[in-house]
């Protein structure tokens, strides 16, 4: 016995949605889970301004670098393979002898101990936030430029200082002698 046409129609669509639907799920299974640790202070809700606030893609000479899904509250991570990665909550950065450049208002203290990869960690600012960068993919600077808006929902507290700003001496100081 055959089946009446709208029934044939039915069943035509019916497989095509489920072969479309087995094709999504195959491609969303190629951009795999990014996995990070969350940082102490995660839930802190200043972490949660600065993620919803988050730019999609960060430009860069070669390609944009899309967000990746994280599997830690208050992370972020860019581009395939990751070359982005972002951490709020982690515990706020003391004194240091590593330099600090302030970036569009914002103050970060590089660290390259492990070049090609820099980590970026903003001063003064709580909660405080790391990026880690792949300077083989993408440029350090032109991606905290990117990220500023939303690093800049924490308001500033304290920021980087100097030699020059710690040795600044009065020009009526008494003279010794």
Do not use: H
């Not at 129609?9 to 491609?27: G, M, P, Y």
């Not at 492990?114 to 083989?136: F, N």
């Amino acid at each position: 016995m055959s089946r009446p046409p709208f029934a044939r129609r039915l069943a035509v669509r019916i497989t095509a949605f489920a072969a479309t639907a087995l094709v999504a799920v195959s491609l969303s299974a190629c951009a795999q889970t990014v996995s990070l640790e969350p940082a102490e202070s995660a839930t802190d809700p200043g972490c949660a301004d600065i993620i919803v606030s988050l730019p999609l893609n960060l430009p860069t000479d070669a390609d944009n670098q899309g967000m990746r899904q994280t599997d830690a509250q208050a992370t972020a991570a860019w581009g395939t393979p990751a070359s982005i990665l972002l951490r709020c909550g982690i515990p706020p950065q003391g004194p240091t002898t590593l330099p600090c450049t302030n970036i569009n208002g914002i103050d970060w203290v590089e660290d390259d101990s492990k070049k090609p990869s820099y980590r970026y960690v903003t001063y003064g600012r709580v909660p405080t936030t790391e990026v880690i960068i792949d300077s083989t993919v993408v440029s350090g600077t032109s991606t905290l430029v990117d990220l500023g808006p939303s690093i800049s929902k924490i308001p500033q507290t304290n920021k980087c200082v100097g030699p020059e700003d710690a040795l600044t001496i009065p020009t009526d100081a008494p003279s010794a002698g």
